[in-house]
């Protein structure tokens, strides 16, 4: 592909990734529909509560839908119930609030400031969410039969009730403290619509849930500003406006972008053998500078080079390894020829020559010496 045609095509899938960015965002900003919110009473999905609130008021509760705790406290009475799930936004300052409505309260799945909403309860441990035998006198448990509970151990304060035991607690906890009664669940899941078909879990949440006329159900408000400026009011920053979806969706834009680049990048093409413009031979490369050394009268030099190339070459004949020093080889060559190890010393270690001749003597008895070793 030519580079005009890759340029082409680059633009063609940004255009391409931008009109389909431009087409998600509204979707994606417009945050999740109550058919898709978890224990809303108005959520048809699974884990919706449609199917609940439709039960309870064919029982005769009236359900009342609060998007945020300061309408719930508001609708909040003598003779209500106050349902908060996890599902719910709340913060400490809300959560005092709504433990000082009016009314009875039932706490399901994991909320938050518990200590706030059900004083005196402490958490046990986690349970495996299971059909579970109640196990107690409470009468609206035993009525119901085996539900599908866990998810959170619950230990009472003194005097409370508890049903469906799971380790050292119970899945069900009920007690009554300054004029309200307080029910916690450490699992919603039998509320659901997946669920609320199953063993006694829909005879559970309605006895639970229908205890009172009102039942006043807590849940997300549609409004994701509305919900990020929590009961207080107080305004929230712009990356805690942007729904998760949102930060999900430039996740992966960008690691598609990225995948693409990989793919559709320039490559380094196979390797091109390029002739040399000149080629010279071994030989000459020696007489040059052979040459360069005898015009600057370079003959430390020369003969250093000499020493040190014999050297090399003998270490290995010798069994030595290449970082031996001169007068090592040296000594072992003696060895191994039989000669005085004080000649070949100063042949391998001695002083520079005084002229070309001793230059080129120097170059003779190397190579004489190499040979003896050789032929040893």
């Known amino acids: 592909m030519t580079a005009t045609r890759r340029r082409q095509a680059a633009w063609v899938a940004l255009?391409?990734?931008?009109?389909?960015?431009?087409?998600?965002?509204?979707?994606?900003?417009?945050?999740?529909?109550?058919d898709g919110r978890p224990l809303d009473p108005a959520g048809t999905s699974l884990d919706g509560g449609a199917a609940l609130a439709r039960l309870l008021?064919?029982?005769?509760?009236?359900?009342?839908?609060?998007?945020t705790p300061d309408a719930a406290v508001s609708a909040a009475g003598p003779f209500t119930l106050l349902l908060v799930t996890e599902a719910s936004f709340l913060d400490r300052g809300a959560a005092g609030r709504l433990a000082?409505?009016?009314?009875?309260?039932?706490?399901?799945?994991?909320?938050?400031?518990?200590?706030?909403?059900?004083?005196?309860?402490?958490?046990d441990g986690p349970a495996h969410t299971r059909s579970r035998a109640p196990e107690c006198a409470l009468r609206e448990a035993v009525r119901a039969g085996s539900a599908y509970t866990g998810g959170t151990s619950y230990v009472g304060p003194p005097g409370s009730t508890g049903c469906y035991p799971a380790g050292d607690g119970h899945t069900l906890v009920r007690y009554t403290a300054g004029g309200h009664t307080v029910t916690v669940l450490g699992d919603a899941s039998f509320m659901t619509n997946l669920r609320l078909a199953e063993d006694g879990n829909a005879a559970l949440a309605l006895n639970l849930a229908g205890a009172r006329p009102t039942l006043v159900w807590l849940t997300e408000p549609d409004d994701p500003v509305q919900a990020a400026g929590g009961a207080d009011g107080e305004a929230r920053s712009l990356g805690e406006l942007i729904p998760d979806g949102v930060k999900w969706a430039v996740f992966q834009l960008a690691l598609a972008v990225a995948v693409v680049a990989l793919w559709r990048g320039r490559r380094l093409g196979p390797v091109v053998v390029e002739r040399l413009p000149v080629a010279v031979r071994a030989s000459e490369t020696v007489e040059g500078r052979g040459r360069l050394y005898r015009?600057?009268?370079?003959?430390d030099r020369a003969a250093l080079a000499l020493r040190a190339a014999a050297a090399d070459r003998l270490a290995p004949r010798l069994g030595l390894p290449r970082t031996a020093t001169a007068q090592e080889v040296a000594v072992a060559a003696a060895a191994r020829t039989g000669r005085d190890p004080a000649p070949v010393v100063t042949l391998l270690c001695g002083p520079p020559p005084g002229d070309d001749?001793?230059?080129?003597?120097?170059?003779?008895?190397?190579?004489?010496?190499e040979r003896q070793v050789r032929d040893s």
């Open 295 to 299: 015009s600057r009268r370079a003959r």
């Open 15 to 34: 255009l391409a990734a931008l009109v389909l960015g431009a087409a998600a965002l509204p979707v994606l900003l417009t945050g999740r529909q109550p």
């Open 100 to 123: 000082a409505a009016f009314g009875d309260r039932l706490v399901v799945g994991s909320v938050p400031y518990l200590d706030v909403l059900a004083p005196g309860v402490r958490k």
């Open 57 to 67: 008021e064919a029982h005769g509760v009236r359900v009342v839908r609060a998007k």
């Open 357 to 369: 001749a001793a230059l080129v003597a120097l170059a003779a008895h190397l190579d004489t010496l």
